[in-house]
């Protein structure tokens, strides 16, 4: 994948790299590695890309309303009364959202519900911001201004859950899944290059990847080591983890020590 270094940027060096960057969507819940990069390379977005095998001529950045809220949260102290209006709403999305997780509601059902019930708030949160903006008193310095212009400036890309049932509120899941690496930041200073680094990255990509799909990340990486040498290269995307679950999880390839092992037990 496209990766942002102090002096070089690495462009997509094979197949995969590429179908993964001709994205329909920048969803919330796919590939990790993509996570928190945006198109110009800074990391400021919380998304994932989601792989497909059609040329698009555009991608669509979904936001993280947590990380909005965190914003105001940080204002607490300056400006309780008008935080705790801004916290109000953004809490009664995750209201709505729970809802929608008891009913375990799925596809147009859940989009549907969103509509009725999730864009009337988010309309009434933009239109508490604009009336805040509005305030003469609000310097610039103060917390809540640069709350403000935070949510105000990703006004499209906190909207993308309304038009995708697919597309989560936040990126918290995908935080937690990606936590391994920050929490083993020393061990990283030993990939030796940037290369070497890259490399890393795209392992753990596909590790959570496998885990947020609910694959064994050893079944998959055994059967796609073995797979990707006679697979056509046509077909690239059959082989990250959301495809392949579908096509080949239910007769995987096995290594040899796990056949040999089959067999004793037999």
Not at 208 to 215: A, F, H
Request: hydrophobic share 40%; charged share 25%; aromatic share 8%.
């Amino acid at each position: 994948m496209p990766w942002q270094g102090r002096r070089k940027r690495w462009g997509p060096c094979d197949k995969q790299s590429s179908v993964i960057s001709q994205a329909v969507r920048v969803k919330q819940d796919a590939t990790p590695a993509a996570a928190r990069m945006r198109a110009t390379g800074s990391k400021k977005a919380s998304v994932s890309l989601v792989p497909c095998a059609e040329k698009v001529t555009a991608t669509i950045h979904a936001l993280c309303w947590a990380h909005t809220r965190r914003g105001f949260e940080r204002a607490q102290d300056m400006e309780p009364q008008a935080v705790q209006e801004a916290l109000t709403l953004i809490g009664a999305l995750y209201h709505q959202e729970k809802i929608i997780r008891d009913k375990a509601l799925v596809g147009e059902e859940k989009l549907a519900y969103r509509s009725k019930h999730s864009e009337p708030i988010v309309k009434a949160f933009w239109h508490w911001c604009e009336q805040q903006c509005q305030r003469p008193d609000l310097l610039p310095q103060n917390p809540l201004s640069k709350a403000l212009k935070y949510a105000m400036s990703r006004r499209t890309e906190l909207q993308v859950f309304l038009t995708d049932p697919e597309v989560p509120l936040d990126t918290n899941h995908v935080e937690r899944a990606l936590r391994s690496i920050p929490m083993g930041r020393r061990n990283w200073l030993f990939c030796w290059t940037e290369l070497g680094a890259k490399q890393v990255a795209i392992i753990q990509s596909l590790i959570v990847t496998c885990k947020l799909q609910g694959i064994d990340p050893y079944t998959y990486l055994v059967d796609v080591l073995q797979r990707i040498s006679q697979h056509p290269a046509s077909n690239v995307i059959e082989l990250t983890p959301r495809v392949w679950k579908e096509k080949f999880a239910d007769n995987p390839m096995r290594s040899d020590l796990d056949l040999s092992v089959y067999s004793s037990a037999v």
